[in-house]
């Protein structure tokens, strides 16, 4: 079944239930937030404003006028679209995760993108309800919220530390001829037709046109496994040095080349100290430690392979094979047969990911001659004279991808799966629709081709 349009169920939302439980359990920890009771933080449009990078000053280099601020009453938080209402405890580090920075952080591997928090969480005077991980600085963005991009993302820390290291910065030993002019030779734009771009193309790479930089091998691999596109941004830089291992400046991190394989740098100290925020840990007051049993409550009904490592998450749909395959990491872990959507209302394919889920509602709406839906509810009024009503209540484990109210859920009104069944949405079996209810996170990528 579908709900055409997301306007249809964005009513649903009650973001001042979020609001509140977030709030509460946020303040609870407000008193350790802080390294000094006057510290404050300012937003990026500051930072980039100022010639030290996150400074914690005025500008005028007072630490006596610094502004205390509170650090939830001023951020927008966000609307309950089926984050977990509880946190958990991370007892290697001291410190809670729950909400969307819990959701995305298991949705991206969970220690394997970001690595563990090392704050509570905390927002900017410009709203950014934040909190500091090893590898950075994860952030809530209110405007993507209704989009089917992620809307947790590191802080764009790139451009504002690159000025501070730009004297340990290099092109690596016997690198390749970069263009010339007074900054670090990698850190200058290079020409659509230079020579190291063409190279790059040619070898597989690719050419950001928008900052003039290259992104390549080992450091390329691990942005398409990661949506770098999304959780990177654009290379500020080509390979550098970077204690004594190749890197490379994003916009939103640097990646570097360890022994270990590719991985985000652990900047996540370095930026809580600069931004005023304690990383001390706090006491886990009855809070759980963290454990997949927590969400994922049922056994897997379709299992293919165990991931024995994490990884990220990612649903693949074939609407050909009216098949679906998830993954965790490298690791296929469920695979199973599906009903997408009949024609005139195929299932929509592209990009897209898990952006709403609740454990069961009504679908309701009606079609016109021709099979089309052309009323909801939740559009208001009523259907138009002559339309067919369809309708199935209490639709269970609803998880919505894209921006067409197309859902995966559970449909327990046939068992026809592998043969097209629906309004545009993807019908799962029950058992397989709740366990990935559990497994599958807020955030997580799921592609429909």
């Not at 730009?166 to 230079?194: E, F, I």
């Not at 209540?393 to 559970?410: I, K, S």
Request: net charge negative.
């Amino acid at each position: 079944m579908r709900i055409r349009g997301y306007a249809a169920f964005r009513w649903r939302y009650r973001p001042s239930t979020a609001r509140r439980w977030q709030r509460g359990l946020c303040l609870a920890f407000a008193a350790v937030l802080l390294g000094s009771p006057a510290a404050a933080l300012i937003s990026v449009e500051q930072v980039q404003a100022q010639d030290d990078p996150l400074a914690l000053s005025n500008g005028q280099g007072d630490p006596a006028a610094l502004a205390a601020i509170s650090f939830l009453d001023n951020a927008e938080l966000p609307p309950a679209i089926g984050q977990p209402d509880f946190s958990v405890y991370i007892e290697e580090t001291g410190h809670t995760l729950s909400g969307v920075f819990l959701d995305y952080w298991r949705a991206t591997g969970e220690d394997v993108m970001f690595g563990p928090p090392i704050s509570e969480p905390f927002a900017t005077p410009d709203g950014y309800y934040s909190q500091v991980f090893e590898r950075g600085v994860l952030q809530y963005l209110p405007s993507l919220v209704w989009t089917v991009e992620p809307f947790v993302r590191p802080m764009p820390v790139g451009r504002l530390l690159i000025g501070e290291r730009s004297s340990g910065l290099g092109p690596l030993a016997g690198g390749k001829r970069l263009a010339s002019g007074n900054r670090s030779p990698a850190m200058r734009p290079l020409a659509p037709d230079d020579p190291v771009v063409q190279e790059t193309i040619a070898g597989g790479g690719i050419y950001d046109d928008t900052t003039g930089h290259t992104v390549s091998g080992a450091f390329l691999d691990w942005s398409t496994q990661h949506e770098g596109d999304y959780y990177l941004g654009s290379p500020l830089s080509e390979v550098v040095t970077e204690n004594g291992m190749p890197a490379q400046w994003f916009d939103r991190g640097l990646l570097t080349e360890t022994p270990e394989g590719v991985q985000l740098a652990p900047l996540g100290e370095q930026l809580a100290a600069r931004l005023g925020v304690s990383t001390s840990r706090v006491p886990s007051a009855g809070v759980p430690d963290y454990d997949e049993s927590l969400f994922v409550k049922v056994a897997n009904p379709a299992p293919v392979d165990e991931a024995t490592t994490p990884g990220p998450k990612r649903i693949e749909v074939s609407i050909a094979d009216q098949r679906l395959r998830a993954y965790e990491g490298d690791t296929l872990v469920l695979e199973t047969l599906v009903s997408t959507g009949v024609p005139p209302n195929d299932t929509e394919t592209g990009r897209f990911r898990i952006r709403y889920k609740v454990l069961s509602e009504d679908m309701r709406g009606a079609t016109d001659a021709q099979g089309n839906v052309v009323w909801v509810v939740g559009q208001g009024g009523q259907a138009p004279p002559g339309s067919i009503p369809y309708g199935v209540p209490d639709v269970p484990n609803v998880m919505y991808v894209d921006l067409d109210a197309e859902a995966l859920h559970g449909a327990y009104w046939h068992n026809n799966f592998g043969q097209r069944m629906s309004h545009g949405c993807i019908n799962l079996p029950l058992p397989v629709a709740e366990f990935l209810y559990g497994w599958a996170p807020l955030g997580t990528p799921v592609t429909v081709s």
